[in-house]
């Protein structure tokens, strides 16, 4: 009994770490073939790694916001859990539609994102609603300004 014992954990340790290795293996190809690393920084010119975001990402290059602000000062919440949290639920999300084929195009927001996003614009622009008879804040920014940004 001892002896088989010893035979199953010496066929099965092996073909365990082997298998490991090659999930590793794959999953690390498919970030640096995606540019994952890229995700994790604050340059505008990653979001554009995916060729549904190049018109987006052409159009805030000329836009004002690019010398104010980049993708994730309106695209992530303020704080470096949120923000990543945010970061890591949108690139799971984005490889899997990518991956998969099943995306709008020309991309659309999600209900999440678009609160992220309409909070970002008081970050900086929350005087505008100062002063405002009846108004203390606006109450859906993205419904007159939905191209602002880019």
Same mark, same amino acid.
């Given at each position: 009994?001892?002896?088989?014992?010893?035979?199953?954990?010496?066929?099965?340790?092996?073909?365990?770490?082997?298998?490991?290795?090659?999930?590793?293996?794959?999953?690390?190809?498919?970030?640096?073939?995606?540019?994952?690393?890229?995700?994790?920084?604050?340059?505008?010119?990653?979001?554009?790694?995916?060729?549904?975001?190049?018109?987006?990402?052409?159009?805030?290059?000329?836009?004002?916001?690019?010398?104010? !602000?980049? *993708?994730?000062? =309106? #695209?992530?919440? +303020?704080?470096?859990?949120?923000?990543?949290?945010?970061?890591?639920? &949108?690139?799971?999300?984005?490889?899997?539609?990518?991956?998969?084929?099943?995306?709008?195009?020309?991309?659309?927001?999600?209900?999440?994102?678009?609160?992220?996003?309409? !909070?970002? *614009?008081?970050? =900086? #622009?929350?005087? +505008?609603?100062?002063?405002?008879?009846?108004?203390?804040?606006?109450? &859906?920014?993205?419904?007159?300004?939905?191209?602002?940004?880019?």
């Amino acid at each position: 009994m001892l002896i088989h014992q010893r035979i199953k954990v010496k066929f099965f340790l092996p073909t365990a770490v082997l298998m490991l290795g090659f999930a590793i293996g794959i999953g690390m190809f498919g970030i640096y073939s995606a540019k994952g690393h890229s995700y994790l920084m604050d340059e505008p010119a990653s979001c554009a790694n995916c060729h549904v975001m190049q018109e987006q990402y052409n159009s805030y290059l000329k836009s004002s916001h690019s010398k104010a !602000a980049v *993708c994730n000062d =309106c #695209h992530t919440p +303020l704080g470096f859990v949120p923000k990543y949290f945010t970061k890591a639920v &949108n690139g799971y999300n984005h490889s899997v539609a990518f991956t998969s084929g099943n995306f709008d195009d020309p991309i659309q927001i999600t209900k999440r994102n678009k609160q992220i996003a309409e !909070a970002s *614009c008081l970050k =900086c #622009h929350s005087s +505008l609603f100062i002063n405002q008879p009846g108004k203390s804040e606006p109450s &859906n920014c993205l419904s007159c300004h939905q191209n602002i940004g880019h």
